[in-house]
């Protein structure tokens, strides 16, 4: 392969990032920053989900915020309503949004909706969940349900008192871990090729001998799934359910953080959300009491910033400023 | 060659609404020619080249390829069967590079054990050697019309059908491309059916001509045959009128 001894050198790379990372809560106390870390590992993680329909296969879908509160809903239910551990929950919480994918995906799909129409429908499923959810007593309901937490087996109810980030820390890593490992194995598979070529043109792949509708409909299904479990992370974080999870604002920031990334770039998502998360989170713990909302504006002017000088995403950047400083280190570059 | 055409197309219509864009056309394309389709602007080449390959389903009639109905199959799986094409307008994968595209195609009767070295194969016989890591959005005409003959390539057909792939080369990009045409007729053993307006290129590379004018079949035979022939003057023309002055 052209590029292995990059592919290993990426990987230490990546090995190096997730032992500082799995590092990082022995030494930092602070609550405050443990749940910032937990929200931008959340979002790294969705973005990089959503990295496979958005990135590869070029659907600009805005409707994550469904299939995370439909796995947030599932988890819940069955927690408050039979008390199964959020540890099965969370399976079956990816299952139902992944089931949801495909009862959405083949009309989709089937009469080919693809562009702005896509867009729209599936910001629309997102507000028709919220409404359903909002009015679907046994269920959801206007107040928030909160989830249970049993003191004497923590780890059953996947919550510690003391130090409720910490466990849900370490399961969002290995999430991020997994769906990054998920993105590499799809970009470099028939699948990842087809995606790549139909989101650019969609004829054009079918007669190529590629299914279009058949793979574009496996990747909202491996999308789905991802957002479903992280959904329940999502929502143990917070400690309830409630419809306001599904969030057509979260949508929109998970679809920039994966644009600003660098659209079909497996590390992109991550740099992103490492980045816009932060800023949204210190521009609502400093300015949030006066300015509600200002960090759509930050990101409004960044997408916009990006779009502009760097459409290819920031990791490109990046990736220059790497291969310009290892061309001068006399390191020989291939390809 | 045997006896049995490759791909039969018995009395296809295809109309839009009200335009007839295809009445009743007939052909057949045997195992391991060059088929020319021309005629002039709006004659129908490209839509019943559509009707050919999937992306447009006939109204009526029946497209027959080594002996399985195919009038309302789709695309890839025609492309399954052993029939592929290009198209007239670009269609490339402007942020894929050049080996990427190929690779899509060659998905198509590899898995990931072999579909490596079939992807070199393709770039190798193509002559893209040099512009194999190069996005293909960074590319030319004349170059992209190779990228996308690749791409078909890679997905090993038998009958691989180009839709005007002369149009815009100058005459030393057309001369490659022509000899590359031949190359893939007779050393890759690939029936090709070609919808051309650019007469050097069909001239020089068919074996055999259909015209179609208006929708309709006006004439088939031999490139020598044609260009004599008084339908395809006229359509091509106008009619010989008396002088009246």
Redo the contacts between chains.
Sequence with gaps: MKNKSLLSGRNIALFVIVLIAGVVPVFLKDQYMMGLLTSILIYAALASAWNIIGGMAGQLDLAVAAYVGLGAYTMGTLLIRWNITPWIGMIIGGLVAMGFAVLIGFPLFGFKITGLWYTLTSSALVMVLQKVFLMWDSVGGATERYLPVDPKYPFYSMKYVQNPYLLLYYIILAILVIVIFVNYRIRASKLGYSLLALGEDEDAVQVLGVNSQFAKIKALMIYAFIAGVIGTIYAMNFGYVHPSYFNPDMSTEVAILGIVGGMGITFGPVVAAIFLVSLKEFLRAYLGGNLPGLYMVAYAVILILVVLFQPRGITVMFQTYYQKIISKFGVKKDG | MDNQPMLQVSNVTVQFGSLLAVNDVSLEIHRGEILGLIGPNGAGKTTTFNAL???VMPSSGKVLFKNVDITNM???K???LGM??T?QVI??????VVE??V???A??RHG?ST?KNKVNEVVEFCELGPLR?RLCGDLGLAALRRVELA??L??EPELLLLDETGAGLNPAELTAFMNLLKKINLDGNITLCVVEHVMQMVMGVCSRIVVLDSGEVIAKGSPAEISIDPKVIEAYLGKRVPKCY
């Design positions: 390959t999937g992306l789709l695309p890839y025609r492309c399954q592929s094409r198209f269609r490339a994968f402007n942020n894929m990427d595209a690779r899509v195609g998905y198509n990931e579909v890591h791409r078909a890679a997905t």
